[in-house]
């Protein structure tokens, strides 16, 4: 029963081979921000718009460069990331977040809609 295996329910949780697919580029960040405050705007965020697909934190790490003004987010599941990319123009402590795929992004094969 395939029910029964740990790996059942998100397997793609911390997955190296997934990585790339579930960061996020987020620019216009506000200047002094911190990587936890970043974290749980998002986190909250995703939990009260419906985006979270379970219980638990949906971004997982974090990383600022206060130099150029923008993070990374990175998710647990590659379908909450792209959930994520609806907060393009959020407002966070003032500033409208520019949220946008990672410059080497390449879409993992079956995650995408095909175009026609």
Do not use: W
């Not at 790339?20 to 506000?30: C, D, F």
């Not at 911190?34 to 979270?52: D, I, P, V, Y």
């Not at 974090?62 to 003004?69: T, V």
């Amino acid at each position: 029963i395939v029910a029964d295996t740990p790996q059942a329910a998100v397997p793609v949780v911390g997955s190296t081979i997934t990585r790339q697919a579930r960061r996020l580029y987020v620019g216009n960040i506000p200047f002094g921000v911190t990587e936890e405050e970043t974290m749980e705007f998002f986190n909250q965020q995703m939990h009260l718009s419906g985006l979270a697909q379970a219980a638990g934190n949906p971004v997982l790490a974090c990383q600022i460069n206060l130099d150029k003004n923008f993070a990374f987010l990175e998710f647990r599941s590659i379908d909450e990331t792209t959930q994520a990319m609806a907060f393009d123009g959020i407002n966070f402590k003032g500033q409208s977040l520019k949220i946008r795929r990672p410059h080497d992004y390449q879409p993992m094969p079956g995650t995408e809609n095909p175009a026609i």
